[in-house]
């Protein structure tokens, strides 16, 4: 049997190395490992693998990986390493790069000065690219630091040359900052300013990926945090603080109007209004009463409610839905994959080009210093950070934000689809419709009352579950009823304060001798061709009224279908009811093509024919019945209002029962993508047109390095802007 581990990974600087470790990992039999780069994480599915044999291979790569850390960390916030060795290194590199640059600050020996400022900054700034790089040679390999740690280390050897066996180190000497290259003798040449600089501004570049890495997965974070610490749990009578944790399904909990719903569950007594904007994004509170379900982590804005515990910990809600996140944000899409095994060949391919790059400007009779020069420019501006943190940075930042909208992406290749999709399959019920009948008119006899009809119905039908019964109950009355019996099939009976009344079917009232006047059973026949359901009341042997009921559309489908037609998608209507029903809904919402009276298999067969009519379908659902066709189609979209058998089988979550939050997550997936894509282009484009620059001897080894460092920090930053994103209103 199939098992899934996580392994938390440490060492990795690059996507070389994400690559190295899941290689390492695949060649475990039975192992199939996907490695992320900028989660630092791995996913690994083997068939019974022990965990000691998976970190064991990690280790035996070069890096370290442990299991998850479920305790709480330490609340004192440890010391970033990395901050530190880059603060050190900025203030050692600054006098050094400023004298290299203004010549009038290169006094006597300044040259001196320089060694001992840039030496600390080269050997122990940039310790852990030599470790990396040693710990590669090692296992017969190379990354990106290899590049680093061979480019500083090139310049301050040359450098050292240059003082103690050149003419560098003699009093007065001067070194002009230069853009190009110079040809003149490299032996009066120092590169310190090279070597420091471009240290710093690699390990400024990893220090603000890192930062923003944290940033981009804040929302995730955040999802976290958004539970109750303890919970006022009811016992014996008696209120106990218990730390959530200690909280038990079938526990009795209150609730008090400010507080967090410590968990997912139903009220059991008093009535409240439930903002869960934090958690679905809707901004008008929901009132909830006795029976009703509540989530975890939404707040209590009303009165003083007790809730029953149905779901705690990892089965919350809440607690799925930051897993649906952290699932999507491991994963890899099809790019992330090609950049990683670019990268992963890329480094040996630049070494080489630098090594020829030297003998070229050797060989055609030009300087030692600037074939030095030129050869340690393309070590260095070559960097493929870029291209590995072009896919989990927009992946990361896209899923976070579409998580506080209450949208959950499970996976990265789910992108892929929304680029594709041109048919939005919509399932009428629950998800075009709210999914609960109510009362939609009522037409009386000739000389009755309204108000008199509507409650003896009430009267007759709150005694009945059945939906439609439901609706019309909904109506409070004052009146009670005796004797009541339900018709199977037929509808009910019962005495209403003395009157002997049935409700029902046209036929129940005819058995009843009560037939429909002419403008009750043109108002029964006109609610029927209407899609609607009617059903008619009669007590005193005459019909006195028809009440009809309908399951009435979400106020927002219609600016919902209007969206997802703007976005270019042709929507269509799925539903098991009849023709006519299906007609007016659609027809309310602005949907012209309907596919009716289909059966659960049916609507499978429905999206299957879609596919082969050349269509890329989205089927958007939210019932059990829906489960097999969101599976089917090219991308499943269920409402979180729905069941979990619908959730499961689909791609994407819509937590809002809200249908506009289906444009939102299609706008958002393509938006995410293309940032995905264009993070990629401009990597690529980088490293292709600056390597030939750094060959040619047009980039001053410190500029390379500083360009490869704002090159990872752009594609960062430009995932970022994905924060920004709004949802349709």
């Given at each position: 049997?199939?098992?899934?581990?996580?392994?938390?990974?440490?060492?990795?600087?690059?996507?070389?190395?994400?690559?190295?470790?899941?290689?390492?990992?695949?060649?475990?039999?039975?192992?199939?490992?996907?490695?992320?780069?900028?989660?630092?994480?791995?996913?690994?599915?083997?068939?019974?693998?022990?965990?000691?044999?998976?970190?064991?291979?990690?280790?035996?790569?070069?890096?370290?990986?442990?299991?998850?850390?479920?305790?709480?960390?330490?609340?004192?916030?440890?010391?970033?390493?990395?901050?530190?060795?880059?603060?050190?290194?900025?203030?050692?590199?600054?006098?050094?790069?400023?004298?290299?640059?203004?010549?009038?600050?290169?006094?006597?020996?300044?040259?001196?000065?320089?060694?001992?400022?840039?030496?600390?900054?080269?050997?122990?700034?940039?310790?852990?690219?030599?470790?990396?790089?040693?710990?590669?040679?090692?296992?017969?390999?190379?990354?990106?630091?290899?590049?680093?740690?061979?480019?500083?280390?090139?310049?301050?050897?040359?450098?050292?040359?240059?003082?103690?066996?050149?003419?560098?180190?003699?009093?007065?000497?001067?070194?002009?900052?230069?853009?190009?290259?110079?040809?003149?003798?490299?032996?009066?040449?120092?590169?310190?300013?090279?070597?420091?600089?471009?240290?710093?501004?690699?390990?400024?570049?990893?220090?603000?990926?890192?930062?923003?890495?944290?940033?981009?997965?804040?929302?995730?974070?955040?999802?976290?945090?958004?539970?109750?610490?303890?919970?006022?749990?009811?016992?014996?009578?008696?209120?106990?603080?218990?730390?959530?944790?200690?909280?038990?399904?079938?526990?009795?909990?209150?609730?008090?109007?400010?507080?967090?719903?410590?968990?997912?569950?139903?009220?059991?007594?008093?009535?409240?209004?439930?903002?869960?904007?934090?958690?679905?994004?809707?901004?008008?509170?929901?009132?909830?009463?006795?029976?009703?379900?509540?989530?975890?982590?939404?707040?209590?804005?009303?009165?003083?409610?007790?809730?029953?515990?149905?779901?705690?910990?990892?089965?919350?809600?809440?607690?799925?839905?930051?897993?649906?996140?952290?699932?999507?944000?491991?994963?890899?899409?099809?790019?992330?994959?090609?950049?990683?095994?670019?990268?992963?060949?890329?480094?040996?391919?630049?070494?080489?080009?630098?090594?020829?790059?030297?003998?070229?400007?050797?060989?055609?009779?030009?300087?030692?210093?600037?074939?030095?020069?030129?050869?340690?420019?393309?070590?260095?501006?070559?960097?493929?950070?870029?291209?590995?943190?072009?896919?989990?940075?927009?992946?990361?930042?896209?899923?976070?934000?579409?998580?506080?909208?209450?949208?959950?992406?499970?996976?990265?290749?789910?992108?892929?689809?929304?680029?594709?999709?041109?048919?939005?399959?919509?399932?009428?019920?629950?998800?075009?419709?709210?999914?609960?009948?109510?009362?939609?008119?009522?037409?009386?006899?000739?000389g009755e009352n309204e108000n008199t009809v509507r409650e003896v119905a009430a009267a007759l039908e709150s005694s009945s579950e059945h939906p439609i019964a439901r609706a019309i109950a909904g109506g409070a009355s004052s009146r009670s009823v005796?004797?009541?019996?339900?018709?199977?099939?037929?509808?009910?009976?019962?005495?209403?304060?003395?009157?002997?009344?049935?409700?029902?079917?046209?036929?129940?009232?005819?058995?009843?001798?009560?037939?429909?006047?002419?403008?009750?059973?043109?108002?029964?026949?006109?609610?029927?061709?209407?899609?609607?359901?009617?059903?008619?009341?009669?007590?005193?042997?005459?019909?006195?009224?028809?009440?009809?009921?309908?399951?009435?559309?979400?106020?927002?489908?219609?600016?919902?279908?209007?969206?997802?037609?703007?976005?270019?998608?042709?929507?269509?209507?799925?539903?098991?009811?009849?023709?006519?029903?299906?007609?007016?809904?659609?027809?309310?919402?602005?949907?012209?093509?309907?596919?009716?009276?289909?059966?659960?298999?049916?609507?499978?067969?429905?999206?299957?024919?879609?596919?082969?009519?050349?269509?890329?379908?989205?089927?958007?659902?939210?019932?059990?019945?829906?489960?097999?066709?969101?599976?089917?189609?090219?991308?499943?979209?269920?409402?979180?209002?729905?069941?979990?058998?619908?959730?499961?089988?689909?791609?994407?979550?819509?937590?809002?029962?809200?249908?506009?939050?289906?444009?939102?997550?299609?706008?958002?997936?393509?938006?995410?993508?293309?940032?995905?894509?264009?993070?990629?282009?401009?990597a690529f484009a980088y490293n292709v047109a600056a390597i030939p620059l750094a060959a040619a001897g047009l980039l001053n080894p410190m500029l390379a390095g500083a360009a490869m460092a704002l090159s990872s920090v752009f594609v960062v930053s430009n995932s970022l802007r994905l924060r920004r994103f709004r949802a349709a209103m």
């Open positions: 049997m199939s098992t899934e581990t996580e392994l938390i990974l440490g060492g990795m600087t690059c996507a070389s190395c994400a690559n190295r470790i899941e290689r390492k990992l695949n060649k475990l039999d039975g192992v199939s490992a996907t490695v992320n780069y900028a989660t630092e994480k791995a996913r690994v599915t083997s068939d019974g693998v022990a965990t000691e044999a998976l970190i064991a291979a990690v280790e035996a790569a070069g890096y370290t990986a442990s299991l998850p850390v479920t305790e709480p960390v330490d609340a004192e916030t440890p010391v970033d390493p990395l901050k530190q060795r880059l603060i050190v290194s900025a203030v050692l590199s600054v006098p050094v790069i400023a004298m290299a640059m203004i010549p009038a600050l290169q006094f006597t020996n300044w040259q001196w000065l320089s060694l001992t400022l840039a030496a600390p900054v080269v050997v122990w700034g940039a310790l852990p690219f030599h470790r990396a790089a040693w710990t590669n040679l090692k296992h017969g390999t190379s990354t990106m630091d290899t590049l680093v740690s061979m480019g500083t280390l090139a310049a301050l050897g040359w450098s050292l040359y240059a003082l103690f066996f050149g003419t560098a180190g003699e009093p007065g000497m001067t070194h002009p900052f230069e853009f190009t290259i110079a040809r003149m003798d490299g032996a009066s040449n120092i590169y310190l300013e090279a070597a420091a600089g471009v240290t710093t501004f690699i390990l400024a570049g990893r220090w603000f990926e890192s930062r923003s890495k944290r940033q981009a997965g804040a929302a995730l974070r955040a999802l976290m945090d958004l539970g109750a610490k303890t919970v006022a749990v009811v016992k014996d009578g008696e209120e106990e603080q218990i730390p959530i944790d200690q909280l038990a399904v079938g526990d009795l909990f209150v609730v008090r109007p400010g507080e967090k719903i410590a968990t997912d569950g139903t009220v059991e007594s008093g009535s409240s209004a439930v903002d869960r904007s934090m958690l679905t994004g809707e901004s008008v509170p929901v009132e909830v009463r006795a029976g009703d379900a509540v989530t975890g982590a939404t707040v209590n804005v009303g009165g003083r409610t007790t809730v029953r515990a149905s779901r705690v910990g990892a089965d919350t809600q809440l607690a799925q839905m930051a897993k649906a996140v952290e699932d999507a944000q491991t994963g890899k899409a099809q790019a992330q994959r090609l950049a990683d095994r670019i990268s992963g060949i890329f480094v040996p391919i630049v070494i080489a080009i630098s090594v020829a790059t030297l003998g070229f400007w050797l060989g055609t009779g030009n300087s030692v210093a600037a074939a030095f020069t030129a050869a340690v420019a393309v070590l260095i501006i070559a960097c493929p950070c870029a291209l590995g943190l072009a896919t989990p940075t927009a992946l990361m930042v896209g899923t976070g934000r579409a998580a506080q909208l209450g949208i959950l992406i499970k996976g990265p290749e789910m992108l892929e689809s929304t680029r594709r999709i041109d048919t939005v399959v919509l399932d009428k019920t629950g998800t075009v419709t709210t999914g609960e009948m109510t009362l939609h008119s009522v037409h009386v006899a000739d005796e004797e009541f019996t339900s018709l199977e099939g037929l509808g009910v009976q019962g005495v209403v304060e003395g009157r002997a009344a049935v409700i029902g079917r046209r036929s129940l009232l005819a058995d009843w001798s009560m037939p429909l006047p002419p403008k009750l059973a043109d108002a029964f026949d006109d609610a029927e061709r209407q899609g609607r359901t009617a059903v008619a009341i009669g007590w005193d042997g005459k019909a006195r009224g028809v009440l009809v009921v309908s399951d009435s559309v979400k106020p927002t489908s219609k600016q919902a279908v209007a969206e997802l037609r703007e976005l270019g998608l042709t929507p269509v209507m799925l539903t098991g009811d009849n023709e006519a029903a299906a007609r007016t809904i659609a027809a309310e919402v602005g949907i012209e093509q309907v596919v009716a009276g289909v059966l659960p298999s049916g609507k499978v067969d429905a999206v299957r024919e879609l596919q082969a009519a050349g269509k890329v379908v989205a089927m958007v659902g939210d019932g059990i019945n829906d489960a097999a066709a969101l599976a089917t189609a090219d991308l499943g979209l269920a409402m979180g209002t729905g069941t979990d058998v619908a959730i499961e089988a689909s791609d994407l979550t819509l937590v809002r029962g809200d249908l506009r939050a289906v444009g939102d997550a299609i706008r958002l997936s393509r938006r995410t993508l293309s940032t995905i894509k264009g993070n990629l282009f401009w």
